[in-house]
């Protein structure tokens, strides 16, 4: 079972900042969050993880709260490309399952 | 262009038939995974492969037999399959040290409708 809860779906302008809430409440200490998107029909996409730390890379920024019980994955020009289905995913990389499991997600749509 | 190529990117069968899907990753990665997305579904993981060595089999029907040869390249066998298989069919793949690793490269999958 997936272990994070996300809203079902988004909208936000082209150009402006996407802002994407994650909640996992029960993530224990060593599990990472893992944010992948996937766009219509094509396979999913890694963005970003961190383990508590704030982390940006070229594609988008995650915030994670200082209880790591939610993140939010920023984007922050957003254009019409982004559009898609973004997983917000917890995973333990230590002595893990090795299991990246995928819930439902949420549909961005980034509207011109 | 994820360095994941999967072939046939479409495939149409009918349920007594038996095709290939295969898998190849340019990456030099040692874990390979097959993941199925039906319509409207989330990706369920059917196949994990580590150094070639099958190590999960998330309880997939038997209809579906995977192989992996070499670290580069995953096959899922199809045999006997049903109108409910049809779905699209995803390969993935990553490099696993002295943990797992979270960071999957996927390929663009393939398109099965068993009619």
């Known amino acids: 079972d997936a272990k994070t809860t996300q809203p079902p779906s988004m909208d936000c302008a082209e150009g402006r900042a996407a802002n994407l809430p994650c909640n996992h409440s029960t993530i224990s200490g060593n599990e990472y969050v893992y944010w992948y998107r996937q766009i219509h029909s094509q396979g999913p996409q890694y963005i970003i993880h961190?383990?508590?730390n704030n982390e940006t890379n070229e594609m988008a920024s995650l915030i994670i709260t200082e209880d790591r019980k939610s993140s939010t994955l920023i984007l922050p020009h957003a254009t019409l490309r982004d559009t898609a289905v973004y997983y917000c995913?917890?995973?333990?990389?230590?002595?893990?399952?090795?299991?990246?499991?995928f819930g439902k997600g949420m549909k961005l749509t980034v509207n011109p | 262009e994820t360095g994941v190529t999967q072939t046939p990117r479409h495939l149409v069968m009918g349920m007594t038939n038996k095709k290939s899907l295969k898998c190849e990753q340019h990456?030099?990665?040692?874990?390979m995974y097959w993941y199925k997305q039906s319509a409207k579904k989330p990706l369920e993981l059917m196949f994990v492969?580590?150094?070639?060595?099958?190590?999960e089999n998330n309880s997939v029907p038997s209809r579906f037999s995977p192989e992996c040869p070499n670290s580069s390249h995953l096959f899922l066998h199809l045999h006997t399959l049903q109108p409910e298989d049809s779905a699209l069919y995803l390969c993935a793949s990553s490099q696993v040290t002295s943990g797992a690793s979270g960071e999957l490269f996927f390929g663009e999958g393939s398109r099965l409708t068993v009619l």
């Open positions: 961190g383990l508590k």
């Open positions: 995913i917890v995973f333990l990389t230590q002595g893990g399952s090795e299991k990246l499991v």
């Open positions: 492969y580590n150094f070639k060595e099958q190590t």
């Open positions: 990456l030099g990665h040692n874990a």
